[in-house]
């Protein structure tokens, strides 16, 4: 059964139609002791068909535990964001979903991927001045909760 209604398909599709770079999804998981693995896949299942431009590929976590650590993946479930090119090489575009994005979450995994599908942001001038003088590594995390 599907999670979204037909409406917010096409919404999401015209938002989708904008994007001028592939986006593919990494999805880790693993078959026991991940209750919430089933329910990120079916979430993230419902984005390919909406946009020929969005993949995912689903990474057993136990399997490949050395491509889980090149994405500073260490639980399940989690999405790791790549940007591919017209070759279809991939750069990590750095961006991490660990737990299920549903609730409001969701409109962020959709945000993200528009963002690595090259939707221009909406930082104001000021915040990418800010953002450019910053001139060494940070490690920004932002927590949620579902509601």
Do not use: W
């Not at 592939?22 to 329910?39: A, D, Y």
Request: proline fraction near 6%; include cysteine; charge should be negative.
């Amino acid at each position: 059964m599907a999670l979204l209604s037909p409406t917010d398909e096409q919404k999401l599709r015209d938002a989708f139609s904008d994007m001028t770079s592939r986006v593919r999804l990494l999805f880790f998981t693993q078959s026991l002791e991940c209750e919430m693995c089933p329910q990120t896949k079916q979430i993230l299942d419902e984005l390919p068909p909406l946009s020929d431009k969005i993949a995912i590929e689903e990474v057993n976590f136990v399997l490949e535990r050395d491509r889980a650590a090149r994405y500073g993946i260490d639980r399940v479930p989690a999405v790791a964001f790549e940007q591919l090119d017209g070759d279809g090489n991939a750069t990590d575009a750095r961006i991490r979903f660990i737990g299920t994005p549903s609730g409001y979450e969701f409109i962020s995994l959709v945000q993200a991927v528009l963002l690595v599908g090259g939707k221009p942001s909406v930082l104001t001038d000021d915040n990418r001045r800010r953002i450019m003088a910053v001139n060494h590594p940070i490690h920004m995390q932002v927590f949620t909760t579902p509601t």
